[in-house]
């Protein structure tokens, strides 16, 4: 006996099965809907558990849902809430609480479990792929009003686990596209930029409404990337994974702590899942003090940071002037000519834009367009992300982006 819909049944009784294979069953036109579906049957029916493995869905049933972290006094599990601008101070405390509690869980099983590492393969004249991720915002919940009146749910947890999985979809039907034209691949560079997660604090002028507590965030956006990451496991020869906190996670009511942050501890959530996962072809980078990341693609440098720090518009003297710093600083750090690639995102823009010559990719929003970024005056744009190539020669060999409906 189960409490599963009749299109749920379906796809149980498929697996295990691609989430290809359950989408043609029923009748689906893309496989976002099935992540969908198998998360919403969890929720309907606890007892049933999904996972994937090489990009093959199958089940589990069990007792009862199993805690983010089983070691040490786990946080019950808590029921959503939509939490008003007046009742910030109030919950700081209880997160903060949450995230010390998470942070030392996390860091106790990290430091006895062995970190993922994998050599990242260069073969003359092949490429490399890069999914560059940053503002998803889980736990924000946002609505419409539509011109009859009604009032419609714009964007929400779901929302954004789907925008991610879209995003993934749509990097992998171009990479086919391109081997079908004679491109082969080495490496998929996912590139995590921060405030993945909404928390339950931000700034205290600044209305918003979540739709998850901050254990919910955490762990809703640790499973779906989780699961990003497997699938691109099963379809590259390698996956390199490189995290830059955001400003989201910091806690800033008076008094409040701000050694742990939650983007990081969505990192580290994320880092332990794939230490126990024994896949063995990736490579997991994480930064948890800095304000920028740099790393290495086909010999090529990029260079991250969030970019709350910086100016929505990099074509101002001041915009540009800053990141000529950043360029001076990688330059004199690594003695060397500096990054040839930056990535941002914080202003929920898609754009790209020139540094000394080097590439500048923004990157957008999974929200549309909502009270923050009218606020910074930017004219509203539609939810995007990118993709690109990366060639012996070029950082960015060619780039596409992806816009979210």
Same mark, same amino acid.
């Given at each position: 006996?189960?409490?599963?819909?009749?299109?749920?049944t379906?796809?149980?009784e498929a697996?295990?099965?691609?989430a290809?294979q359950i989408?043609?069953?029923? +009748?689906?036109k893309?496989?976002?809907g099935v992540?969908?579906l198998?998360k919403?049957a969890?929720?309907?029916d606890p007892t049933?558990k999904?996972?994937?493995?090489?990009?093959v869905?199958?089940y589990?049933r069990?007792e009862?849902e199993k805690?983010?972290?089983?070691?040490g $006094?786990?946080?019950p599990e808590?029921?959503t809430h939509?939490v008003?601008?007046?009742q910030k101070?109030t919950?700081?405390?209880?997160?903060?609480?949450?995230l010390?509690e998470? !942070?030392?869980?996390?860091?106790d099983?990290?430091a006895?479990?062995e970190?993922?590492g994998?050599?990242?393969?260069?073969?003359?004249?092949?490429r *490399?792929?890069?999914?560059f991720?940053?503002?998803d915002?889980?736990?924000?919940?946002e609505? !419409?009003?539509?011109p #009859? +009146?009604?009032?419609v749910?714009?964007?929400?947890s779901e929302i954004?686990?789907?925008r991610?999985f879209?995003?993934l979809?749509s990097l992998l039907?171009?990479?086919?596209a391109l081997?079908t034209?004679?491109?082969?691949?080495?490496t998929?560079?996912?590139?995590l930029?921060g405030d993945?997660v909404?928390?339950e604090s931000?700034?205290?002028?600044?209305?918003?409404?979540i739709?998850?507590?901050?254990r919910?965030?955490?762990r809703?956006?640790?499973?779906?990337?989780?699961?990003?990451?497997?699938t691109?496991?099963?379809s590259f020869?390698a996956?390199q994974?490189?995290c830059?906190h955001?400003?989201?996670g910091?806690l800033r009511?008076?008094g409040?702590?701000h050694?742990? =942050?939650?983007d990081?501890?969505?990192?580290d959530?994320?880092d332990l899942a794939?230490r126990?996962?024994?896949?063995?072809?990736?490579?997991?980078?994480t930064?948890?003090?800095?304000?920028?990341?740099?790393?290495s693609m086909?010999?090529h440098?990029g260079y991250?940071?969030h970019?709350? *720090?910086?100016?929505g518009h990099?074509?101002?003297?001041?915009?540009?002037k800053?990141?000529?710093?950043?360029?001076?600083e990688s330059?004199d750090? =690594?003695?060397?000519t500096g990054?040839?690639?930056g990535y941002? $995102? %914080?202003? %929920? !823009?898609?754009?790209?834009?020139p540094?000394n010559g080097r590439?500048v990719?923004?990157?957008g929003t999974?929200?549309?367009?909502?009270?923050?970024v #009218?606020s910074l $005056?930017?004219?509203? +744009?539609?939810?995007?992300a990118?993709?690109h190539?990366?060639?012996? *020669? !070029?950082?960015?060999?060619q780039?596409?982006p992806?816009?979210?409906q």
């Amino acid at each position: 006996m189960t409490n599963l819909t009749s299109n749920q049944t379906e796809a149980v009784e498929a697996m295990p099965a691609t989430a290809r294979q359950i989408a043609d069953i029923l +009748g689906y036109k893309s496989t976002s809907g099935v992540y969908d579906l198998l998360k919403r049957a969890e929720r309907r029916d606890p007892t049933f558990k999904f996972s994937s493995e090489n990009g093959v869905w199958d089940y589990s049933r069990v007792e009862m849902e199993k805690p983010l972290v089983t070691d040490g $006094g786990v946080i019950p599990e808590t029921t959503t809430h939509r939490v008003p601008t007046v009742q910030k101070q109030t919950i700081t405390k209880t997160a903060n609480d949450f995230l010390s509690e998470l !942070e030392v869980n996390l860091r106790d099983r990290l430091a006895v479990t062995e970190p993922v590492g994998t050599e990242l393969p260069v073969r003359p004249g092949h490429r *490399d792929m890069v999914m560059f991720r940053t503002d998803d915002h889980f736990g924000e919940c946002e609505t !419409e009003v539509l011109p #009859n +009146g009604d009032v419609v749910e714009s964007f929400s947890s779901e929302i954004a686990r789907e925008r991610v999985f879209y995003h993934l979809e749509s990097l992998l039907g171009w990479k086919d596209a391109l081997e079908t034209a004679g491109y082969t691949f080495d490496t998929v560079h996912l590139l995590l930029n921060g405030d993945h997660v909404t928390n339950e604090s931000i700034f205290e002028s600044q209305p918003h409404y979540i739709d998850q507590r901050l254990r919910g965030q955490v762990r809703m956006a640790s499973e779906t990337y989780v699961d990003v990451v497997r699938t691109l496991a099963a379809s590259f020869p390698a996956v390199q994974v490189i995290c830059q906190h955001g400003n989201h996670g910091e806690l800033r009511a008076s008094g409040a702590s701000h050694e742990a =942050n939650a983007d990081d501890l969505f990192y580290d959530a994320i880092d332990l899942a794939l230490r126990q996962s024994g896949l063995d072809n990736i490579r997991f980078v994480t930064n948890h003090v800095d304000t920028h990341t740099e790393f290495s693609m086909r010999g090529h440098r990029g260079y991250m940071r969030h970019g709350q *720090d910086g100016l929505g518009h990099i074509g101002t003297t001041s915009g540009v002037k800053r990141w000529q710093s950043w360029l001076l600083e990688s330059i004199d750090t =690594n003695q060397d000519t500096g990054w040839d690639v930056g990535y941002w $995102g %914080h202003f %929920h !823009e898609l754009k790209w834009e020139p540094v000394n010559g080097r590439p500048v990719l923004m990157g957008g929003t999974l929200a549309p367009s909502g009270d923050y970024v #009218n606020s910074l $005056g930017i004219a509203p +744009g539609r939810p995007g992300a990118w993709c690109h190539t990366v060639s012996d *020669d !070029e950082a960015v060999d060619q780039l596409k982006p992806v816009y979210f409906q």
